[in-house]
């Protein structure tokens, strides 16, 4: 049986079990590219099992992968040997550690920024990424947009992946303004015996207007979003 964590204990499960969350991935992908010099080296933040760095390598662009979990960074580096790529590079840090100065064309984030926990966290690590990039370069995010306390209904999935198959159930309450999310899944392969994983999470709701805020004061010279009511898109230029 499989306890804790699928994105510590068991990074093999992660796209199994996340797949609602790659939806996103080919819209973020066209932003990332279309605001990104050909050739320019990007850093990709929380990259996890590279749903964002691959796709930008095989566009031709240069990525530095960086996540705080070892394990998740083995998984891309194995996705990257099927798929016969070769030039790829991973760092395991914690985003918040940023030390780079003046090197990337762009910084990316997917669906991972507010991890920061409050405004507090969210300027500092700004100010990390913000070091981090070339003069003129970008900064591009996708959030969602908090528009206040809500009730957020459970939600059930079947997934499958290859031979594997999943039940995800999930379920949010919101405390303050940290969303605690939970996902109880059960996964099998036909003929064996299931295995259980439980996963928590906790992610800081920033609105626009916060972001915006945020961006400016640490030095963004413009901002601009894009996207729906409910999930925003960010470019900021330094």
């Excluded at 979990?69 to 996705?79: I, N, P, Q």
């Excluded at 031979?163 to 064996?192: C, F, P």
């Excluded at 915006?212 to 900021?236: D, H, P, Q």
């Amino acid at each position: 049986m499989y306890s804790g964590n699928s994105y510590k204990n068991f990074p093999a499960l992660y796209d199994l079990l996340y797949q609602r969350y790659l939806k996103s991935i080919p819209d973020f992908i066209a932003l990332v590219g279309k605001n990104t010099s050909k050739g320019g080296l990007i850093l990709d933040l929380a990259a996890g099992t590279g749903e964002v760095t691959i796709p930008l390598l095989k566009k031709g662009f240069e990525v530095i992968s960086l996540d705080a979990s070892k394990g998740m960074l083995e998984e891309l580096k194995l996705k990257a040997k099927r798929m016969g790529i070769k030039y790829y590079h991973v760092k395991t840090s914690d985003m918040q550690r940023l030390a780079y100065k003046k090197k990337f064309d762009s910084v990316c984030i997917r669906q991972a920024i507010n991890y920061f926990i409050g405004i507090k966290a969210l300027k500092a690590g700004l100010e990390k990424i913000y070091d981090s990039l070339k003069a003129n370069g970008k900064f591009i995010f996708n959030a969602p947009n908090y528009q206040g306390k809500r009730k957020y209904p459970a939600v059930y999935n079947y997934y499958k992946k290859g031979k594997q198959r999943a039940l995800v159930l999930e379920t949010n309450k919101m405390i303050g303004k940290i969303l605690k999310h939970r996902q109880y899944s059960i996964v099998w392969e036909d003929g064996q015996e299931p295995n259980f994983v439980t996963d928590q999470n906790y992610f800081y709701m920033f609105t626009k207007k916060e972001f915006e805020r945020a961006l400016k004061k640490c030095g963004f010279l413009k901002v601009e979003f894009g996207g729906s009511a409910k999930t925003l898109y960010c470019v900021a230029t330094k």
